[in-house]
């Protein structure tokens, strides 16, 4: 099972030291990746319909692949994994440039995670419409293998279009795309399309949606067999916590585990790194 840390981004105030030493310390820890959850757009909830979703107008991200591009300088190593994207409210091809650009330049190191999110302001800022972002997302999905592997498109979808054209330079490789989330939808949507799954909680919880997401790979006619199921330890509130969430998602079958810092009332980034840092030594 590779395991790998998730970018504590809303505790460290958009520190670009904090991204350097963290990015920097997930390398020389051993892990195998590093994961970024993805926010364009803050906004308040007190609003109709209200916001329900974790996260406010205070909350600070960094972008993920600005990011990524950023630590593939200054690593060797590592993956990295947006966990995830929120894919609906981007446009189709830029999305697959702005991919393959960063899997080319940090030597094929890009996981691509996507969802569809939940804050409806977010996408009024980007200009795409929230009711219909499953579709728009099972059709993106499909649209980007097809920018990666041909060198001559032209597409005619409910969302997207292109005549005759491409992305030049394109991957080496088939970029793999996992899906996230918490409804049938997403279970769907991985069963039907996805390389992997991302769950987030604890891992029984994650073993019930993984049966969801088995069940759909096979009304499919897909295999489970190096199907991706990666555990984000939300639920964990303690270094015990990870070593154990690890432990019983290792032995579930489970392939990929981010460790989550956020909300251990750590105060900068040294105190995440010493966190990691213990988690490491325990879970080899």
């Given at each position: 099972m590779k395991i790998g840390v998730v970018y504590p981004q809303i505790e460290l105030g958009g520190d670009?030291?904090?991204?350097?030493?963290?990015?920097?310390?997930?390398?020389?820890?051993?892990?195998?990746?590093?994961?970024?959850?993805d926010h364009v757009v803050g906004a308040t909830h007190d609003r109709s319909p209200e916001l329900w979703g974790p996260y406010t107008d205070q909350h600070p991200f960094h972008d993920p692949f600005v990011m990524f591009a950023y630590l593939a300088g200054m690593t060797e190593r590592i993956e990295f994994a947006t966990g995830v994207i929120i894919l609906p409210q981007r446009q189709t091809a830029l999305v697959a440039k702005q991919v393959t650009d960063l899997d080319l330049l940090s030597g094929e190191r890009l996981r691509l995670g996507v969802g569809v999110g939940w804050n409806y302001v977010e996408y009024d800022a980007l200009g795409q419409d929230f009711s219909t972002r499953g579709a728009r997302a099972d059709e993106q999905i499909e649209l980007l293998r097809r920018y990666w592997s041909e060198p001559l498109l032209s597409f005619e979808g409910r969302f997207d279009r292109i005549d005759r054209g491409?992305?030049?330079?394109?991957?080496?490789?088939?970029?793999?795309?996992?899906?996230?989330?918490?409804?049938?939808a997403a279970f769907r949507r991985g069963g039907r399309l996805g390389d992997g799954f991302m769950f987030a909680g604890d891992p029984a919880g994650a073993l019930e949606q993984w049966k969801r997401v088995e069940h759909h790979l096979s009304e499919a006619g897909r295999s489970s067999e190096g199907y991706?199921?990666?555990?984000?330890?939300?639920?964990?509130?303690?270094?015990d916590d990870c070593c154990k969430a690890a432990d019983e998602w290792r032995a579930a079958g489970g392939t990929h585990l981010s460790v989550v810092t956020m909300g251990m009332d750590l105060d900068s980034a040294d105190a995440h790194i010493d966190f990691i840092s213990q988690v490491r030594e325990r879970v080899a």
């Open positions: 670009p030291e904090a991204v350097r030493a963290i990015g920097r310390a997930t390398e020389a820890l051993g892990y195998d990746h590093l994961l970024a959850y491409n992305i030049n330079p394109r991957p080496r490789r088939r970029v793999p795309i996992w899906i996230g989330g918490f409804v049938e991706g199921r990666e555990l984000i330890t939300i639920a964990a509130r303690s270094v």
